[in-house]
């Protein structure tokens, strides 16, 4: 059984690839000084970067999870993520939406994906 991994830290990585699937670390934003529609933009633009790196790619996503710091911004969050998901017609994946105190308080959104490779 082979576990890849990339973009190791001490604590984490940011994907593990095992057995065809691609998990991906919560996804945060580097620029927390954007509102929520410029740290989602980010956060997905990390998740498209990743998921190409490890030979998948959005329409291939099997679970996402959103996680907000308030469900404030839930509509700020949707119409970027309308935007993106729009790209892949008929392949919207499970999404879960919860509001959770996240790690820092700049922080608006972070967003944990689960995906098949290509050809998985």
């Known amino acids: 059984m082979t576990v890849r991994r990339f973009h190791v830290e001490s604590r984490w990585s940011d994907t593990a690839v095992h057995n065809g699937t691609v998990y991906l670390a919560g996804q945060v934003a580097d620029d927390t000084a954007q509102g929520i529609e410029g740290q989602a933009q980010e956060v997905l633009g990390h998740i498209d970067r990743l998921l190409t790196e490890a030979g998948s790619d959005k329409s291939l996503i099997l679970s996402c999870q959103i996680y907000l710091s ?37 922080l608006l959104i972070e967003i944990v994906v689960v995906a098949a490779q290509r050809g998985g």
Do not use: C, K
């Not at 404030?72 to 017609?89: K, T």
């Not at 919207?92 to 939406?97: D, G, I, L, Q, V």
């Open 70 to 106: 308030d469900m404030a911004n839930f509509e700020g969050m949707n119409r970027v993520w309308d935007a993106w998901v729009a790209a892949i017609p008929g392949n919207a994946p499970p999404r879960a939406t919860v509001q959770a105190r996240l790690a820092r308080p700049e």
